[in-house]
């Protein structure tokens, strides 16, 4: 949920899977985090952890230094937001929430009753976050944030998480070899920060722990809790895509900058849908992709998706999957791109074609890795495309039309 840059990290199911855990390092860096650990032991121990469980869990610990290079790699902040939203908001995901929602409606209607925040909002951040349980991230939580404590930017904030970690295993609530996730630390079906956890999960099923590893009903509960907790206005909606009239100003833009909805209606601004803007309460508008694309007024509830992963593509694609599950349609305004991004179906679509024409890049998972990109750099360049490795509509349509 939180993490490095400010607060923001990404979600495990938009991650491109990454090479375990190393089990080994050269000697002077091993020895230099080890040092670094002892050096833990009593900040960890004015945190809560005991000194037993501190020696129990480092004993033999080795670093990860393939996380560091991730601490500068965010796609909500370099991947084009068509590309980004088309990944995360495609129909697999939109028909598996829906069966998710029926599935566990008992434990959502209870949920929503005690947090106040609505069943398809709560199972859109699940969706997103770990694709309903399916992608927990494969890191060991222990050996990652114990290099990111001992090594790169953020070490003082790393270390609070690796200590909220340990105080997580001492006091039974999920056990080590279960604390497995994301780079940065988050793990669990939606994927929060250890600290975050020890704040704000709860223990909805009544077993005694707070086990966002192995009780559904824990974290979705929880996933409310901390919504709730952000701001979250009971009954209010997150936004709505609205139109913009020829020639508007848009320089008051920004999720920030919210005024009266009255005032946007004064402006011209029209609900996309045809509807009328609500009469009363305030609102922002924002342009994720300027004034030529979509446009969206948000409303608090949208800020406090914001602040579950500080990223406005993030928050976008968790609200606008909330409305799909909702029975929503598509935004009416396209992105202002002549190359759209891909689902995650056609994706495999443009591995399966590049398999075909005798690419080596592994199975067709749907992840864009460093094999599929200089594969699609290379068909790019001979489709006179421009070859930047992106799985664009453009490049699958040269591939299904050279199709072998």
Same mark, same amino acid.
């Given at each position: 949920?939180?993490?490095?840059? %400010?607060?923001?990290?990404?979600?495990?199911?938009?991650? !491109?899977?990454?090479?375990?855990?190393?089990? %080994? /390092?050269?000697?002077?860096?091993?020895?230099? @985090? !080890?040092?670094?650990?002892?050096?833990?032991?009593?900040?960890?121990?004015?945190?809560?952890?005991?000194?037993?469980?501190? @020696?129990?869990?480092?004993?033999?610990?080795?670093?990860?230094?393939?996380?560091?290079?991730?601490?500068?790699?965010?796609? &909500?902040?370099?991947?084009?937001?068509? @590309?980004? #939203?088309?990944?995360?908001? @495609?129909? &697999?995901?939109?028909?598996?929430?829906?069966?998710?929602?029926?599935?566990?409606?008992?434990?959502?209607?209870?949920?929503?009753?005690?947090?106040?925040?609505?069943?398809?909002?709560?199972?859109?951040?699940?969706?997103? &976050?770990?694709?309903?349980?399916?992608?927990?991230? %494969?890191?060991?939580?222990?050996? %990652?944030?114990?290099?990111?404590?001992?090594?790169?930017?953020?070490? *003082?904030?790393?270390?609070?998480?690796?200590?909220?970690? #340990?105080?997580?295993?001492?006091?039974?609530?999920?056990?080590?070899?279960?604390?497995?996730?994301?780079?940065?630390?988050?793990?669990?079906?939606?994927?929060? #920060?250890?600290?975050?956890?020890?704040? /704000?999960?709860?223990?909805?099923?009544?077993?005694?722990?707070?086990?966002?590893?192995?009780?559904?009903?824990?974290?979705?509960?929880?996933?409310?809790?901390?919504?709730?907790?952000?701001?979250?206005?009971?009954?209010?909606?997150? =936004?709505?895509?609205?139109?913009?009239?020829?020639?508007?100003? *848009?320089?008051?833009?920004?999720?920030?900058?919210?005024?009266?909805?009255?005032?946007?209606? =004064?402006?011209?601004?029209?609900?996309?849908?045809?509807?009328? !803007?609500?009469?009363?309460?305030?609102?922002?508008?924002?342009?994720?992709?300027?004034?030529?694309?979509?446009?969206?007024?948000?409303?608090?509830?949208?800020?406090?998706?914001?602040?579950?992963?500080?990223?406005?593509?993030?928050?976008?694609?968790?609200?606008?999957? *909330?409305?799909?599950?909702?029975?929503?349609?598509?935004?009416?305004?396209?992105?202002?791109?002549?190359?759209? =991004?891909?689902?995650?179906?056609?994706?495999?679509?443009?591995?399966?074609?590049? !398999?075909?024409?005798?690419?080596?890049?592994?199975?067709?998972?749907? #992840?864009?890795?460093?094999?599929?990109?200089?594969?699609?750099?290379?068909?790019?360049?001979?489709?006179?495309?421009?070859?930047?490795?992106?799985?664009?509509?453009?490049?699958?349509?040269?591939?299904?039309?050279?199709?072998?």
């Amino acid at each position: 949920m939180t993490t490095p840059r %400010s607060k923001s990290r990404f979600p495990v199911s938009a991650l !491109l899977a990454v090479a375990p855990f190393a089990l %080994s /390092l050269a000697a002077p860096a091993a020895a230099q @985090d !080890l040092a670094c650990l002892a050096q833990l032991r009593a900040p960890a121990q004015a945190y809560g952890v005991s000194a037993a469980t501190f @020696d129990r869990l480092t004993a033999g610990l080795q670093a990860d230094p393939t996380v560091l290079p991730l601490l500068d790699a965010q796609p &909500e902040f370099v991947t084009p937001i068509w @590309d980004y #939203m088309a990944a995360l908001v @495609d129909d &697999e995901r939109i028909a598996d929430g829906r069966a998710m929602l029926e599935q566990w409606s008992a434990v959502l209607a209870r949920v929503e009753a005690e947090y106040g925040v609505d069943a398809a909002t709560v199972v859109a951040v699940w969706g997103v &976050e770990s694709n309903y349980g399916r992608n927990f991230g %494969s890191r060991a939580l222990l050996p %990652s944030l114990a290099t990111l404590a001992c090594n790169g930017r953020r070490q *003082s904030f790393f270390r609070q998480e690796l200590f909220a970690t #340990m105080k997580i295993v001492e006091d039974g609530h999920v056990a080590p070899e279960r604390l497995n996730g994301s780079w940065a630390g988050a793990f669990g079906h939606t994927q929060f #920060m250890p600290s975050t956890y020890l704040r /704000l999960a709860v223990d909805f099923d009544g077993d005694g722990r707070r086990d966002l590893v192995d009780s559904i009903a824990d974290a979705l509960a929880s996933t409310a809790n901390f919504l709730r907790q952000a701001g979250w206005q009971r009954g209010l909606a997150w =936004g709505y895509e609205v139109g913009l009239p020829a020639g508007f100003d *848009s320089s008051g833009a920004g999720r920030k900058n919210k005024r009266g909805i009255a005032e946007w209606a =004064g402006r011209g601004v029209r609900r996309a849908d045809g509807g009328a !803007l609500a009469q009363a309460g305030n609102a922002a508008l924002l342009l994720p992709a300027g004034a030529s694309g979509p446009a969206f007024l948000v409303t608090r509830n949208f800020d406090a998706i914001y602040s579950y992963n500080a990223a406005e593509s993030y928050a976008l694609a968790i609200a606008h999957l *909330s409305d799909r599950l909702r029975g929503a349609g598509p935004f009416a305004t396209p992105w202002p791109t002549d190359d759209p =991004g891909l689902s995650r179906a056609e994706r495999r679509e443009v591995q399966t074609l590049l !398999l075909a024409r005798g690419h080596d890049i592994g199975n067709p998972d749907g #992840m864009i890795g460093a094999r599929t990109r200089e594969a699609l750099r290379v068909v790019q360049a001979e489709f006179g495309l421009p070859a930047d490795g992106r799985a664009g509509r453009r490049v699958l349509d040269a591939l299904r039309q050279a199709r072998p």
